[in-house]
């Protein structure tokens, strides 16, 4: 918060969208307006103090701001790659008991489906968020909920303030 309030305008994070792209920054305060909208989003499905988030992803953005968002909320966040097998994800995410996991995108998804339980019991309560705007190829088990990473922000944004802890 003390990098926010003194270099709010200045490039916090950049990155070239794809070859050839300029590249596209973002300020410290507008890094930080999303950390805000996270959290509330997190904390919308049911991530509370002591609880964890999973992501499944390269660094990227996104990464950071479910790191910081859980931060603001007193939990942790369990980071596995893509790279990683699935039996990796499902020991991790069974040790873990994440309330979200966050995954990459589609392909991630459906090796995820493929891996685990069939029994929405055993997925986190608060659902998958895909970062991305595409649809999901397969669907997890009924009650599973699925959040594209776009209406996720959104409805932080829209959400009531996360009470900050001391």
């Known amino acids: 918060m003390q990098s926010v309030e003194r270099f709010s305008d200045l490039p916090c994070f950049g990155w070239i969208p794809e070859a050839g792209m300029a590249r596209v920054n973002l300020s410290y305060g507008e890094f930080a307006s999303l950390v805000d909208s996270v959290a509330r989003g997190l904390r919308d499905l049911g991530v509370n103090p002591g609880d964890r988030a999973a992501l499944i992803t390269d660094n990227r953005l996104e990464w950071a701001a479910v790191a910081y968002a859980s931060n603001v909320l007193g939990a942790a966040y369990t980071a596995m790659y893509t790279h ?81 802890r001391e």
């Open 84 to 164: 990683q097998h699935g039996e990796d994800w499902e020991y991790i995410i069974d040790d873990s008991t994440p309330r979200v996991i966050v995954v990459a995108d589609t392909g991630i998804l459906d090796r995820l489906i493929d891996t685990l339980s069939d029994d929405a019991d055993d997925w986190p309560s608060g659902g998958v968020i895909l970062l991305g705007e595409d649809a999901a190829n397969e669907l997890p088990p009924d009650g599973v909920k699925i959040t594209n990473w776009g209406e996720f922000v959104s409805a932080g944004r829209a959400s009531k303030e996360v009470e900050r």
